[in-house]
């Protein structure tokens, strides 16, 4: 028998397209690399707020910058990233409350669909222009995804509970005692240590401390699915 595999902790909101980028990686590696990789959804806002942080969106010089950048990764990482028109008010004023509650009941309830679940909602909201705060949004990704009606409307219920209130809440401070101010952020627990690594660019770090092979953000290994 070979070494345990290593647990790798992926905090990550839809509403973040950095967070896009890190997870599609990083499931990319999923079985290539010895990890178990634990999808934690998280709100971003709450992380904002709590270390003092504010959306680079709001500084003129990030937000111009930010636009190009997206875009080459979206490109090199072939990931198909698309800036939403309306660009402040889905991320400034709509948010992703609705949605991170949504993938964290469907985590408890059917967490073998919480991959593609995700990948739907940001397919919405960061390649299509589409809306991911109204429960028909929701649904429409969920179902797009391989859920039935029944299972999906099932887990948008629960999404009000006290008890899927609180788990996002807690998975968020968790992020946040990490030392997170901001997402995407990949805990590493290796060797009885724990590594903390902000964004999407810092696989070949994460590879490094593994002690497993980086071969680029797309691996000969592996076609991509979008």
Request: proline fraction near 7%.
């Amino acid at each position: 028998m070979g070494p345990a595999p290593r647990t790798l902790e992926f905090f990550y909101d839809v509403l973040s397209p950095y967070s896009w980028l890190g997870f599609e990686i990083l499931c990319r590696y999923k079985n290539i690399w010895n990890i178990h990789l634990q999808l934690r959804p998280s709100l971003i806002a709450g992380i904002m707020k709590d270390s003092g942080n504010k959306p680079p969106a709001m500084l003129p010089r990030k937000a111009k910058y930010l636009t190009n950048d997206i875009k080459l990764l979206g490109q090199q990482i072939q990931v198909p990233i698309n800036f939403p028109k309306d660009f402040f008010s889905v991320i400034l004023e709509k948010g992703s409350l609705s949605a991170m509650r949504f993938l964290t009941a469907m985590k408890s309830e059917h967490p073998e669909m919480l991959e593609k679940a995700s990948r739907e909602l940001w397919m919405r909201v960061w390649s299509r222009d589409e809306d991911i705060t109204e429960p028909q949004s929701i649904l429409a990704a969920a179902e797009k995804a391989g859920m039935s009606t029944e299972q999906a409307r099932r887990i948008l219920e629960k999404t009000s509970t006290p008890q899927v209130k609180n788990q996002l809440k807690e998975t968020t401070e968790a992020a946040c005692k990490y030392g997170a101010f901001g997402l995407p952020v990949t805990v590493a627990h290796v060797d009885g240590q724990t590594h903390m690594l902000f964004g999407s660019d810092r696989m070949e770090l994460l590879a490094h401390l593994l002690g497993e092979k980086w071969m680029g953000p797309v691996p000969p290994a592996v076609e991509s699915r979008l």
